[in-house]
């Protein structure tokens, strides 16, 4: 390959190594994907490491972590020993793992805290030696804990609509008002809806 033509697969996979570390990811991971996408043939540790300017070490890394999230598979290159890898290409596939063991596990684990600390909020509202002020206080915060836990809800639900390739209907989140106040009666209706 050319210096151009190398130059020119490069500013590709940082551009796309950009994007991946908006996403939340290590920028070097959207890198070396995009690098053996672009390559006709499977490349070795050895090859990648030469082409990115990174060490041994940190292609190592950087190919177990993709290789966990199933972005990168190894390829059998006949009459070579080492280690070759090419790219998952397969969008979906890597576009639902990353939804369902991170930002799904996230949502879920939200939703279990939300839950938690309003049945704390419950015991200690039936208290009776406090004071009027005070349980109004824990009422008003109960609702908003409930507004909140209501959100996670949709979203728990909108993400595992979209994992499961069912249809999303925007309008569940898109009329939502978080609080207490007007619109809390819609928020009721669009979780009603959201459960059908």
Request: hydrophobic share 40%; aromatic share 6%; glycine share 6%.
């Amino acid at each position: 390959m050319n210096e151009s033509s190398q130059q020119a697969l490069l500013r590709v996979a940082d551009v796309v190594g950009q994007l991946i570390e908006f996403w939340g990811f290590k920028r070097n991971m959207g890198r070396l994907w995009c690098v053996l996408f672009l390559e006709k043939a499977p490349m070795s540790a050895a090859e990648l490491a030469q082409l990115l300017s990174l060490s041994s070490g940190t292609i190592s890394m950087t190919l177990a972590e993709l290789s966990k999230w199933g972005v990168v598979k190894k390829a059998w290159v006949p009459g070579e020993r080492r280690d070759y890898y090419e790219p998952e290409t397969d969008i979906w596939k890597m576009v639902s793992r990353v939804l369902r063991e991170r930002e799904l596990e996230q949502v879920k684990a939200t939703t279990e805290e939300m839950e938690r600390a309003q049945k704390l909020l419950s015991v200690a509202r039936k208290h009776a030696d406090i004071a009027d002020a005070e349980k109004k206080t824990l009422e008003h915060a109960h609702r908003q804990i409930g507004s909140l836990l209501t959100l996670t809800q949709i979203g728990q639900a909108l993400l595992e609509n979209i994992i499961s390739g069912k249809s999303v209907d925007a309008n569940v989140i898109s009329g939502f008002t978080i609080g207490s106040g007007p619109g809390q009666n819609d928020n009721d209706q669009n979780q009603q809806n959201n459960n059908k």
